[in-house]
């Protein structure tokens, strides 16, 4: 079957890095995105990977290796305000334009 | 705002009762999808409908219906609920069907559903 596997938590501390990293055993997609969901919120869009290599975005960054089947987000100078859950998701290439959510994973600033 | 609204965002009913969500997408977005989130899960895809024609099938139980209506609103029928449909219902759109852009989908703040 087709899966995006992530971490479930991660904590890091306010003004450092993290990456949240995203392994998928799937194929046939256009390209790997990334979403943020605050507590009880909307998912939003934070970026697109449709090629191999890194996507920057500000303090956001995107990654993917196909040849890998792995992609991860990277979130520079952390704020507290990025506390929430971050899914990747892929989009299949089947004619429809749905996402197919990975696991999701919360993380957590901490001052 | 991402311009998409879903009505209602509270809704509290009893085990075998029926309820209808109702998704308005983004002015000019032809396409809308229905996600279904349980509590600290994903998000899991129901179904997808393109200029009122269902465009893809997720994981949707057979008690669960939709469609959208020529002026492009969506509507997600649940019947027969149980406890285990006590969920966040999301509607989300986009302005294409296929495979262009980031294929960015635009959500509303989701109908929160309570069985009890």
Redesign the interface.
């Given at each position: 079957g087709q899966s995006l596997e992530q971490p479930s938590e991660v904590t890091a501390v306010e003004g450092a890095i993290v990456q949240i990293n995203c392994t998928y055993q799937t194929s046939g997609f256009y390209g790997l995105s990334w979403y943020q969901q605050h507590d009880g919120g909307a998912p939003t869009f934070l970026s697109y990977n449709a090629l191999d290599g890194l996507e920057e975005t500000g303090r956001f960054s995107s990654f993917l290796s196909r040849s890998d089947s792995y992609g991860y987000l990277l979130l520079q100078e952390l704020q507290m305000k990025d506390s929430a859950s971050y899914f990747c998701a892929v989009r299949f290439q089947t004619g429809a334009n749905n996402l197919f959510f990975g696991t999701g994973t919360r993380l957590t600033v901490i001052p | 705002d991402?311009g998409?609204t879903q009505t209602p965002k509270h809704l509290i009913t009893a085990t075998g009762q029926r309820v209808t969500l109702r998704c308005s997408p983004r002015s000019g977005d032809l396409?809308v999808?229905w996600?279904q989130q349980s509590l600290d899960?994903?998000?899991?895809?129901l179904i997808?409908y393109?200029n009122g024609e269902e465009?893809?099938k997720?994981n949707i139980l057979e008690r669960f219906s939709a469609q959208q209506f020529p002026d492009l609103h969506s509507e997600l029928n649940l019947s027969s609920l149980e406890l285990g449909d006590s969920a966040?219902y999301?509607c989300?759109s986009?302005a294409?069907?296929?495979?262009t852009g980031?294929?960015?989908?635009?959500?509303?703040?989701?109908s929160r559903l309570t069985v009890l």
């Open positions: - | 991402s998409v396409s999808y996600y899960q994903g998000l899991q895809f997808q393109y465009r893809a997720g966040l999301f989300a986009s294409d069907g296929g495979a980031t294929g960015e989908l635009f959500f509303g703040e989701g």
